[in-house]
């Protein structure tokens, strides 16, 4: 038994009055209704209501209603069995009780009553079935199930019969019924009765039978036969006080002090006599109760507190019997009915008044309990409301909220696991971080990661918190699982966490399974100080064919290595030089021995004499003996390493050697390879004065005395007088280079005495002076020269002009006697040119438009141009071929005509120097013909000068100079 004083109160229906919707006013259809039984339709959307006068309203959900005239006496009792309706009643005075089957009628308003009355489909007269013994035993109940297998009639004795099969199409409906129970009439006529059918089988059926002092079930097959029955605790109880569920086949029963509900499937066992019982509105006079889903109304019958004029009034308080809390509690001033239309519960007052209890709305319910911190209850109702799920994470996030306001860790960490996955992970954490709920946090982070839903972070925190705790087995177990699901970050933060709580052994385990090598060579050199182990863990690689790896992890501790274990470490470098395909990795080698090279070319050699490493290795070995030179130590580095030096790397072992400052190797390398310039230009480098004289004086070029002088210019130290002067002797001896290039370089120089350079400065004025009078007197013979060729080409000019004179002004015989076209004899019209050319007027228009120029001329004169290119008066050197063909031709006044037939003076043309490569956007210059230049005829060459700045000059100011130290 529950009681039901612990029981929540709460208020999640709303009552309001029923409006019609056809009026917009108060529903008053039913306002004169003396109900006495009522039945919803399976699927819910309507429901039939039975007066005792045998009038029958059916009602919709749209607030349609249909009334008919089911009785003409008395009206017992209506049921809604799938498509029909069944009725129960008296047409006749005497008792004699008639089963009809209605057609489901067409809901709407109707008037007339014939018209509104459904088919009748079957008549059954229910009293000759109890046998002449109970002809005068009037029917109360009548049932069915909405399957339309079977109906089961209660009557006044107590008696019950059931008919099994099709009662609509069967005509044994009429007499082949099967007695259920016998009349009783101690306990009472039966007021209800309820069939289900057992889950799992449809051919077993459970019928409930309910009398005013008891309630029986009775277990029946398809054939009719009883094969359990079972007398339950519930007393009897009135024909409105109960109720039955076909989806869970549940018959719920109220008398004054309980309710019982019970199972149709426990009715097979004698357990099921028991049921549930709950103390709801015990002590009070039930009116009626009614069920809708998982939501119990119970109707009292209390004293008025306000005075009316019935003295009495209606409470109806919903009850959640599953949840376990009071969805709603109101009163009505009179005696009312109550029944379920479209989920909702209807009340129906005596004055007709129609009222809805309409349920709320999910999210107004959770604000309710929100309120009243009921959130087990909202967890409930979340859960068997439609869309609840979800929102019910939200809901376990409040709980959980409240319980660690309590500091009830245990269950907030409980309800915070149901929150995963809406529920932001980082606010749980930031509560549970510290030291006492630790074991509250583990629990949330596994069940987080058994969600899938942690991340690196979490996963971090759950290590550390093992770690903590000292947790091994779980830390392991944790461990395991990362090392075959965890991803590389994860291992990593892990390795890290493991490292940060010293739990190194793990750490390292850990680390070497997930791949971490680097934390794990870390951890063994490092912290753990096993040397000998991590010298093992890289041959490893190098075994695999992983040598980059290896040499990672070399470069990375092969020095502290080497330092501690120097027997086993040596014995891993020369595993690995000796690999197949290893090639030698010279930096590596390099930063191992640095301080120790002579124990790395040792080791080297040693791998070198086995035939190993090739070229690499060699140069290898020759680097290291030569760190070993020193300046102080002198030794014949040469031919220690000369037996390495081949032609393959001899430039990089030069190069080596001069980066390590080893010049006996550099020196003996470069006259090796008879390379005095690079020699030069090393001793240069160097600073080596004496030996850059010497090798200048050998060398004797131009290049390395102009950078022996530069190198002199710049020395920062006093330059001693005798060894200019003896550069300055070679340097003039050889003629190599220009005195004035000599005497700008070392101008620069801060250091050098003028002394040191007066003798050869003197010198080379006094050769100065007399080239330049040899000079003078060659520039007067070539002024002579060229004031004989002006004469000459003057008097070329005059003799043109007389020609041109006598072409204007004396008559011109012209021996002509064919066309130069078609080389016909002339005859009339004919056109004749001065340059005894001729032609007949019809060739010479299909020659030409023009009518002064001579065709033939004119095509001499391209083709000649076009032939060749020198001619072109668009070429750059147009010019000066003019003037060379000026002074060659006998005949200037032929030369003269072929550049004016080629269009020289013709101002339609362009004179662009497209022939010469010149764009239009070229300088003024380039842009103008040649020909608007002064003329010169002469064109005698041009003498050689020896003068330093000409153009043959090779002073090295006036072009970019190859001197390596000039700035």
Same mark, same amino acid.
């Given at each position: 038994?529950?009681?039901?004083?612990?029981?929540?109160?709460?208020?999640?229906?709303?009552?309001?009055?029923?409006?019609?919707?056809?009026?917009?006013?108060?529903?008053?259809?039913?306002?004169?209704?003396?109900?006495?039984?009522?039945?919803?339709?399976?699927?819910?959307?309507?429901?039939?209501?039975?007066?005792?006068?045998?009038?029958?309203?059916?009602?919709?959900?749209?607030?349609?209603?249909?009334?008919?005239? @089911?009785?003409?006496?008395?009206?017992?009792?209506?049921?809604?069995?799938?498509?029909?309706?069944?009725?129960?009643?008296?047409?006749?005075?005497?008792?004699?009780?008639?089963?009809? #089957?209605?057609?489901?009628?067409?809901?709407?308003?109707?008037?007339?009553?014939?018209?509104?009355?459904?088919?009748?489909?079957?008549?059954?007269?229910?009293?000759?079935?109890?046998?002449? @013994?109970?002809?005068?035993?009037?029917?109360?109940?009548?049932?069915?199930?909405?399957?339309?297998?079977?109906?089961?009639?209660?009557?006044?004795?107590?008696?019950?019969?059931?008919?099994?099969?099709?009662?609509?199409? +069967?005509?044994?409906?009429?007499?082949?019924?099967?007695?259920?129970?016998?009349?009783?009439?101690?306990?009472?006529?039966?007021?209800?009765?309820?069939?289900?059918?057992?889950?799992?089988?449809?051919?077993?059926?459970?019928?409930?039978?309910?009398?005013?002092?008891?309630?029986?079930?009775?277990?029946? +097959?398809?054939?009719?036969?009883?094969?359990?029955?079972?007398?339950?605790? @519930?007393?009897?109880?009135?024909?409105?006080?109960?109720?039955?569920?076909?989806?869970?086949?549940? /018959?719920?029963?109220?008398?004054?002090?309980?309710?019982?509900?019970?199972?149709?499937?426990?009715?097979?066992?004698?357990?099921?006599?028991?049921?549930?019982?709950?103390?709801? &509105?015990?002590?009070?006079?039930?009116?009626?109760?009614?069920? /809708?889903?998982?939501?119990? =109304?119970?109707?009292?019958?209390?004293?008025?507190?306000?005075?009316?004029?019935?003295?009495?009034?209606?409470?109806?308080?919903?009850?959640?019997?599953?949840?376990?809390?009071?969805?709603?509690?109101?009163?009505?001033?009179?005696?009312?009915?109550?029944?379920?239309?479209?989920?909702?519960?209807?009340?129906?007052?005596?004055?007709?008044?129609?009222?809805?209890?309409?349920?709320?709305?999910?999210?107004?319910?959770?604000?309710?309990?929100?309120?009243?911190?009921?959130?087990?209850?909202?967890?409930?109702?979340?859960?068997?409301?439609?869309?609840?799920?979800?929102?019910?994470?939200?809901?376990?996030?409040?709980?959980?909220?409240?319980?660690?306001?309590?500091?009830?860790?245990?269950?907030?960490?409980?309800?915070?696991?149901?929150?995963?996955?809406?529920?932001?992970?980082?606010?749980?954490?930031?509560?549970?971080?510290?030291?006492?709920?630790?074991?509250?946090?583990?629990?949330?982070?596994?069940?987080?990661?058994?969600?899938?839903?942690?991340?690196?972070?979490?996963?971090?925190?759950?290590?550390?918190?093992?770690?903590?705790?000292?947790?091994?087995?779980?830390?392991?177990?944790?461990?395991?699982?990362?090392?075959?699901?965890?991803?590389?970050?994860?291992?990593?933060?892990?390795?890290?966490?493991?490292?940060?709580?010293?739990?190194?052994?793990?750490?390292?385990?850990?680390?070497?399974?997930?791949?971490?090598?680097?934390?794990?060579?870390?951890?063994?050199?490092?912290?753990?100080?096993? $040397?000998?182990?991590?010298?093992?863990?890289?041959?490893?690689?190098?075994?695999?064919? !992983?040598?980059?790896?290896?040499?990672?992890?070399?470069?990375?501790?092969?020095?502290?290595?080497?330092?501690?274990?120097?027997?086993?470490?040596?014995?891993?470098? &020369?595993?690995?030089?000796?690999?197949?395909?290893?090639?030698?990795?010279?930096?590596?080698?390099?930063?191992?021995?640095?301080? !120790?090279?002579?124990?790395?070319?040792?080791?080297?050699?040693?791998?070198?004499?086995?035939? @190993?490493?090739?070229?690499?290795?060699?140069?290898? #070995?020759?680097?290291?003996?030569?760190?070993?030179?020193?300046?102080?130590?002198?030794?014949?580095?040469?031919?220690?390493?000369?037996?390495?030096?081949?032609?393959?790397?001899?430039?990089?072992?030069?190069? #080596?050697?001069?980066?390590?400052?080893?010049?006996?190797?550099?020196?003996?390398?470069?006259?090796?390879?008879?390379?005095?310039?690079?020699? *030069?230009?090393?001793?240069?480098?160097?600073?080596?004065?004496?030996?850059?004289?010497?090798?200048?004086?050998?060398?004797?070029?131009?290049? &390395?005395?102009?950078?022996?002088?530069?190198?002199?210019?710049?020395?920062?130290?006093?330059?001693?007088?005798?060894?200019?002067?003896?550069?300055?002797?070679?340097?003039?001896?050889?003629?190599?280079?220009?005195?004035?290039?000599?005497?700008?370089?070392?101008?620069?120089?801060?250091?050098?005495?003028?002394?040191?350079?007066?003798? $050869?400065?003197?010198?080379?004025?006094?050769?100065?002076?007399?080239?330049?009078?040899?000079?003078?007197?060659?520039?007067?013979?070539?002024?002579?020269?060229?004031?004989?060729?002006?004469?000459?080409?003057?008097?070329?000019?005059?003799?043109?002009?007389?020609?041109?004179?006598?072409?204007?002004?004396?008559?011109?015989?012209?021996?002509?006697?064919?066309?130069? =076209?078609?080389?016909?004899?002339?005859?009339?019209?004919?056109?004749?040119?001065?340059?005894?050319? =001729?032609? *007949?007027?019809?060739?010479?228009?299909? $020659?030409? !438009?023009?009518?002064?120029?001579?065709?033939?001329?004119?095509?001499?004169?391209?083709?000649?141009?076009?032939?060749?290119?020198?001619?072109?008066?668009?070429?750059?050197?147009?010019?000066?071929?003019?003037?060379?063909?000026?002074?060659?031709?006998?005949?200037?006044?032929?030369?003269?005509?072929?550049?004016?037939?080629?269009?020289? /003076?013709?101002?339609?043309?362009? #004179?662009?120097?497209?022939?010469?490569?010149?764009?239009?956007?070229?300088?003024?210059?380039?842009?103008?013909?040649? /020909?608007?230049?002064?003329?010169?005829?002469?064109?005698?060459?041009?003498?050689?000068?020896?003068?330093?700045?000409?153009?043959? &000059?090779?002073?090295?100011?006036?072009?970019?100079?190859?001197?390596?130290?000039?700035?």
């Amino acid at each position: 038994m529950s009681l039901t004083e612990s029981w929540r109160r709460l208020n999640f229906f709303d009552k309001n009055a029923v409006i019609d919707p056809k009026t917009k006013d108060k529903f008053k259809g039913l306002e004169k209704l003396q109900m006495c039984c009522w039945a919803t339709t399976n699927d819910g959307q309507g429901v039939y209501m039975g007066e005792s006068t045998g009038a029958l309203f059916a009602l919709d959900k749209n607030w349609d209603q249909t009334y008919w005239k @089911a009785y003409q006496c008395t009206l017992s009792d209506v049921a809604s069995v799938g498509n029909h309706v069944l009725t129960i009643g008296e047409d006749e005075r005497e008792i004699n009780s008639l089963l009809k #089957i209605w057609e489901r009628p067409e809901f709407g308003e109707h008037n007339q009553e014939v018209d509104c009355a459904p088919r009748i489909l079957k008549e059954v007269r229910l009293c000759p079935l109890l046998g002449p @013994a109970g002809i005068n035993t009037r029917a109360t109940t009548i049932t069915g199930h909405s399957t339309g297998r079977v109906i089961a009639a209660g009557y006044a004795d107590g008696s019950v019969m059931a008919y099994v099969g099709d009662y609509v199409k +069967d005509r044994a409906v009429s007499s082949k019924w099967i007695r259920i129970r016998e009349p009783t009439p101690v306990e009472g006529e039966v007021t209800g009765t309820a069939i289900g059918i057992l889950p799992g089988s449809n051919e077993m059926f459970v019928i409930f039978v309910l009398t005013n002092k008891s309630l029986n079930s009775y277990v029946m +097959d398809a054939r009719g036969t009883i094969t359990n029955k079972l007398r339950h605790e @519930a007393q009897g109880s009135t024909r409105d006080c109960w109720t039955f569920s076909e989806s869970n086949n549940q /018959f719920t029963v109220a008398n004054k002090d309980m309710v019982h509900i019970y199972d149709g499937e426990s009715c097979k066992d004698e357990e099921g006599a028991r049921g549930k019982c709950y103390a709801l &509105s015990r002590g009070l006079e039930k009116q009626q109760i009614a069920a /809708f889903g998982e939501f119990l =109304a119970v109707l009292t019958r209390q004293p008025a507190l306000i005075p009316t004029p019935e003295q009495e009034m209606t409470v109806v308080t919903v009850y959640d019997v599953t949840g376990k809390y009071i969805a709603f509690t109101g009163s009505l001033p009179s005696l009312a009915n109550c029944f379920v239309l479209d989920g909702v519960f209807i009340l129906l007052a005596h004055d007709g008044q129609l009222s809805s209890l309409t349920q709320k709305h999910l999210a107004a319910k959770l604000d309710i309990l929100y309120k009243k911190s009921f959130f087990d209850v909202a967890i409930d109702v979340a859960k068997r409301s439609e869309g609840g799920a979800d929102v019910l994470p939200h809901i376990h996030s409040k709980y959980g909220d409240f319980y660690y306001s309590k500091a009830d860790f245990g269950n907030a960490i409980r309800e915070y696991k149901e929150s995963i996955g809406v529920l932001d992970p980082s606010y749980v954490i930031k509560k549970f971080l510290d030291g006492s709920k630790i074991p509250h946090l583990c629990t949330y982070l596994e069940t987080l990661r058994a969600k899938g839903k942690s991340n690196v972070h979490h996963t971090t925190i759950l290590v550390n918190s093992y770690a903590r705790l000292q947790e091994k087995a779980k830390l392991q177990k944790l461990l395991t699982s990362l090392e075959q699901t965890g991803s590389d970050t994860e291992a990593e933060a892990v390795v890290s966490c493991l490292q940060a709580a010293k739990l190194l052994n793990e750490a390292t385990l850990f680390a070497v399974k997930t791949q971490q090598n680097d934390a794990a060579l870390s951890i063994m050199v490092n912290e753990q100080c096993r $040397y000998a182990s991590a010298i093992k863990f890289i041959k490893n690689f190098i075994l695999s064919n !992983d040598t980059p790896k290896a040499e990672r992890y070399l470069e990375k501790y092969g020095r502290r290595l080497l330092r501690e274990n120097r027997e086993e470490m040596m014995e891993l470098l &020369s595993t690995l030089m000796l690999s197949d395909g290893a090639k030698v990795n010279t930096p590596l080698l390099l930063q191992l021995f640095v301080g !120790d090279e002579q124990l790395g070319a040792e080791l080297m050699e040693k791998v070198a004499a086995s035939g @190993a490493g090739g070229i690499e290795l060699m140069n290898t #070995i020759v680097e290291l003996n030569m760190r070993t030179y020193k300046k102080e130590e002198p030794f014949n580095v040469f031919e220690k390493v000369t037996k390495y030096v081949v032609k393959e790397n001899e430039e990089k072992v030069r190069r #080596i050697a001069e980066e390590l400052k080893c010049d006996p190797v550099v020196e003996a390398l470069l006259r090796t390879s008879r390379d005095l310039s690079g020699l *030069h230009a090393f001793h240069v480098r160097r600073g080596h004065v004496e030996k850059v004289v010497e090798l200048a004086i050998e060398i004797n070029s131009s290049q &390395s005395w102009l950078d022996t002088i530069t190198f002199v210019s710049k020395m920062e130290t006093a330059v001693d007088d005798e060894l200019m002067e003896r550069i300055l002797e070679k340097v003039k001896t050889t003629r190599v280079l220009h005195p004035l290039v000599v005497l700008e370089v070392l101008s620069k120089s801060s250091r050098l005495n003028v002394a040191a350079v007066k003798k $050869y400065v003197v010198e080379w004025l006094t050769e100065q002076r007399e080239t330049y009078w040899t000079v003078v007197s060659e520039f007067h013979v070539q002024i002579a020269k060229d004031k004989a060729a002006i004469v000459t080409a003057e008097q070329k000019i005059k003799d043109v002009g007389k020609q041109i004179e006598n072409l204007h002004f004396n008559t011109q015989i012209l021996h002509v006697t064919k066309c130069c =076209a078609c080389n016909f004899e002339m005859q009339l019209p004919s056109i004749f040119f001065l340059c005894r050319h =001729a032609f *007949h007027v019809h060739c010479f228009d299909s $020659y030409t !438009d023009k009518g002064d120029i001579c065709p033939k001329c004119s095509n001499e004169g391209a083709s000649a141009m076009r032939m060749d290119s020198d001619l072109s008066i668009f070429s750059r050197n147009a010019y000066g071929e003019f003037v060379e063909r000026m002074n060659k031709a006998e005949d200037s006044m032929e030369i003269i005509s072929k550049y004016i037939s080629s269009g020289l /003076f013709d101002s339609k043309k362009s #004179i662009a120097p497209l022939a010469a490569g010149l764009s239009p956007s070229s300088s003024s210059s380039s842009n103008r013909s040649p /020909f608007h230049q002064p003329l010169v005829v002469d064109g005698s060459k041009k003498r050689s000068n020896t003068n330093p700045f000409e153009e043959e &000059s090779k002073n090295p100011f006036d072009e970019p100079s190859s001197n390596p130290f000039d700035e």
